[in-house]
């Protein structure tokens, strides 16, 4: 209140006037600059949620063990996959494989990696990891590198090992690239190996796939 009527006191007194007027204006102004950056901070947040919203893209896999190097192209929509490995076209429709896109024929599905590294699927993998730094590039794309341990990351894949046959401590590295969406992910397994093996995901295309061909 005294604030108040100080400001009431110093308006009707032309000597401090000018004063007064510069207080309140440089209130307003600290006033409109909080507001704005509450509404910026709000559209962040709107951007993460879009980026869990992504529900067609198109996909490469490179898995390369050694001199072996195999190479999946996809294009995923709305749990429905069709995929190409070593020359041979298959479709996949949540969890069930055929050997073509009229589901004329079943077949074993021996490519668990799909799950894995499919997009929804890699943000549980940076979570499992350790975030190590970033680089911001002038068009706001960054490339972010992170470490994990093999034991989270043989738990990202499902897959049963025992602490006392592997050495759970072992780091593996993983490297994203990113704008609005995840568009490159690396992941380097050479020290769990012992020789060159690495997991490179490209998605293309993102929320732009209308229907599968």
Not at 16 to 22: D, Y
Not at 34 to 60: F, G, M, P, T
Not at 99 to 106: A, E, H, Q, V
Not at 126 to 132: E, G, M, P, V
């Amino acid at each position: 209140m005294d604030f108040i009527r100080s400001i009431k006191e110093g308006l009707k007194d032309p000597k401090k006037r000018s004063i007064t007027m510069f207080i309140l204006y440089f209130i307003f102004f600290i006033f409109v600059y909080i507001v704005l950056h509450s509404a910026d901070s709000k559209s962040n947040i709107i951007v993460d949620d879009e980026l869990d919203e992504v529900e067609s893209y198109e996909y490469i896999y490179k898995i390369i063990d050694n001199n072996t190097v195999t190479n999946i192209e996809g294009t995923y929509n709305k749990n429905r996959e069709l995929f190409n490995i070593d020359g041979i076209n298959y479709y996949k429709e949540d969890d069930i494989i055929y050997s073509s896109s009229d589901k004329s024929n079943i077949v074993e599905n021996t490519f668990p990696f799909l799950n894995y590294y499919k997009y929804s699927s890699i943000q549980k993998l940076i979570d499992l990891s350790t975030f190590i730094n970033e680089v911001t590039y002038n068009d706001d794309s960054k490339k972010s590198n992170y470490e994990i341990t093999i034991d989270k990351y043989l738990d990202f894949i499902d897959n049963e090992y025992s602490c006392d046959e592997i050495n759970c401590n072992i780091i593996s590295t993983i490297t994203v690239e990113e704008d609005k969406y995840i568009k490159h992910v690396l992941i380097d397994l050479q020290n769990y190996y012992g020789y060159l093996y690495s997991i490179d995901i490209t998605y293309n295309n993102i929320n732009n796939i209308k229907e599968l061909k």
